[in-house]
């Protein structure tokens, strides 16, 4: 009898030991999640909507979300995309409400120094040009997109539409001193729960990024400017006019691999700070809170 018991309590042991593992999993899996935010930093008002939907009548024009996103959890702060600093493109656009992205990150507590990572979509300007101010990070980039915008695009018969020399040189600069990862291609998992994937061909190589977390979300940037363009499947500018049907593929890929249309976030749509809630002025928090 009493090794009957004996065994009965080994046995609710053990139990009680599973139920404690699992709920310790459960909660270190919690742990484990993404938080995304949007930040938005300044505003383009009176924007052609031509530009970012080709097929879009002329005249029509909208106010457009200068914005970077913060990706938050696995022990990192990893930002999708910078932002700009540099005067020229003030006065080049009709900036509205600018503050510099780290100081929009500073109302959340996110100092330069504690960005670990930026993952740079594509090399034009209001998306690459913020490198420079967080100078600890690590830049992951397209490895064709590096090499066409370090190279070719300045030759003759080269696109170098959209790309500031400053920031090519700054680029540069990061992978002499070792911070910057080349990506190899579309579909690459470059830090847990992050892939990329090309195709979109907004630039020479462009690149979107999805995010596990543990729904799933891809951030598009400028691969799918505005939420219209994803519910109707209208293509976003395009490196050439023969990548839009390219660029309407990777927005059905963007939809299926999110799970959802809602949960594929635009690069420039103003609706994305008014459809989350606010975490500061020009934040919002995209990731459900748990």
Same mark, same amino acid.
């Given at each position: 009898?009493?090794?009957?018991?004996?065994? /009965?309590?080994?046995?609710?042991?053990?139990?009680?030991?599973?139920?404690?593992?699992?709920?310790?999993?459960?909660?270190?899996?919690?742990?484990?999640?993404?938080?995304?935010?949007?930040?938005?930093?300044?505003?383009?008002?009176?924007?052609?909507?031509?530009?970012?939907?080709?097929?879009?009548?002329? *005249?029509?024009?909208?106010?457009?979300?200068?914005?970077?996103?913060?990706?938050?959890?696995? /022990?990192?702060?990893?930002?999708?995309?910078?932002?700009?600093?540099?005067?020229?493109?003030?006065?080049?656009?009709? +900036?509205? /409400?600018?503050? *510099?992205?780290?100081?929009?990150?500073?109302?959340?507590? =996110?100092?330069?120094?504690?960005?670990?990572? =930026?993952?740079?979509?594509?090399?034009?300007?209001?998306?690459?040009? *913020?490198?420079?101010?967080?100078?600890?990070?690590?830049?992951? =980039?397209?490895? &064709?997109?590096? &090499?066409?915008?370090?190279?070719?695009?300045?030759?003759? /018969? *080269?696109?170098?539409?959209?790309?500031?020399?400053?920031?090519?040189?700054?680029?540069?600069?990061?992978?002499?001193?070792?911070?910057?990862?080349?990506?190899?291609?579309?579909?690459?998992?470059?830090?847990?729960?992050?892939?990329?994937?090309?195709?979109?061909?907004?630039?020479? &190589?462009?690149?979107?990024?999805?995010?596990?977390?543990?729904?799933?979300?891809?951030?598009?940037?400028?691969?799918?400017?505005?939420?219209?363009?994803?519910?109707?499947?209208?293509?976003?500018?395009?490196?050439?006019?023969?990548?839009?049907?390219?660029?309407?593929?990777?927005?059905?890929?963007?939809?299926?691999?999110?799970?959802?249309?809602?949960?594929? =976030?635009?690069?420039?749509?103003?609706?994305?700070?008014?459809?989350?809630?606010?975490?500061?002025?020009? +934040?919002?928090?995209?990731?459900? +809170?748990?």
């Amino acid at each position: 009898m009493e090794r009957v018991k004996r065994r /009965g309590s080994i046995r609710t042991a053990l139990a009680l030991a599973g139920v404690l593992l699992l709920s310790s999993a459960r909660v270190a899996g919690a742990a484990q999640e993404y938080e995304i935010l949007a930040v938005r930093y300044a505003t383009i008002e009176g924007f052609a909507l031509r530009g970012l939907l080709p097929d879009a009548p002329r *005249g029509e024009t909208l106010d457009i979300a200068m914005a970077v996103w913060v990706i938050r959890g696995h /022990g990192r702060v990893v930002l999708f995309d910078s932002g700009f600093f540099r005067e020229s493109w003030l006065t080049r656009f009709d +900036v509205r /409400g600018y503050v *510099g992205p780290d100081a929009v990150l500073a109302r959340i507590g =996110i100092r330069p120094e504690d960005v670990t990572d =930026i993952v740079v979509s594509h090399a034009h300007w209001d998306h690459m040009g *913020g490198i420079a101010l967080f100078p600890r990070a690590t830049i992951w =980039i397209q490895e &064709a997109e590096y &090499a066409y915008y370090t190279g070719a695009a300045w030759q003759a /018969g *080269g696109n170098s539409g959209g790309i500031d020399r400053a920031d090519i040189d700054h680029l540069e600069a990061r992978r002499a001193a070792g911070s910057v990862r080349l990506v190899a291609g579309d579909s690459v998992e470059i830090l847990p729960g992050l892939t990329v994937f090309t195709g979109a061909r907004h630039t020479f &190589a462009s690149q979107y990024l999805l995010v596990e977390s543990p729904e799933r979300y891809v951030l598009a940037s400028d691969n799918a400017y505005l939420y219209r363009g994803i519910v109707e499947r209208r293509a976003s500018a395009t490196f050439a006019p023969d990548d839009r049907a390219g660029n309407i593929a990777a927005i059905a890929r963007m939809i299926r691999l999110a799970g959802d249309a809602e949960r594929v =976030i635009p690069g420039h749509d103003a609706a994305v700070f008014t459809r989350f809630p606010a975490l500061a002025e020009g +934040v919002v928090r995209i990731t459900p +809170v748990r």
